[in-house]
């Protein structure tokens, strides 16, 4: 320890062993998305996840207590970082029309930066496990009141969008988002492009 004080020492280790232990469980999700996506919910393998991260069969356990708690804490770092890339994006434009068509734009580009866990959350949406559709719904609660109260609700305040139920509106938008951008070609990109998905969005909102 040198001249370091006890405390101080112990302090540092503890800090030190929880930024291990907070890389650890990133790996171990960045690993679990991979396998969810390749073999599905049911197939996926604990095991082929924690050697995929790098580390020992049944490492997995230190830090989720089931494959399902797994996947559950996988849909929520999915959803803050999709919130997370959309939103820092949107807010750069100040005209809500700008603002709609930048919600696309950056969504689209997600699915392109991220394709394995668009792909995990497209299936998951679209599977047969209620339980999990709800804890996405749950998860994504935080992008739909953005929907709603910066894009749309300006919109409507500065007579540019027409009078609509802001909540119902903002989960129609993002239903509308989450099913043109699931559908991809062969290549794996999507079908539509996110300009043109805007546009009839917005022929639908304005006055």
Known sequence: ????PPIL??????????????QTRVRLLEAAAGEFARAGYSDANINTISTSAGFAKGTIYNYFPSKRALLLALIDVTA???????????????????????????????????PTKAHLLFTTINGPDEAFK??????YQPMFRFV??????????????RPVELSSMALLLLTIYLGTAS???PQGRPWLDPGQVAALVLDGLNK
């Open 183 to 185: 559908q991809l070609d």
């Open 148 to 161: 709603a109260e910066e894009i749309l609700a300006p919109g409507y305040e500065q007579g540019i969008f």
């Open 80 to 114: 803050q970082q999709h919130y997370d890339f959309i939103v820092e994006r949107v807010r750069l434009e100040l005209d809500p029309r700008r603002r709609l068509e930048a919600l696309y734009q950056a969504g689209f580009a997600y699915i392109a930066h991220s």
């Open 1 to 4: 320890m040198g001249d370091c």
């Open 134 to 139: 709800a804890h996405i719904f749950e998860a």
């Open 9 to 22: 020492w112990s302090i540092t280790m503890a800090r030190l062993k929880k930024e291990e232990r907070g």
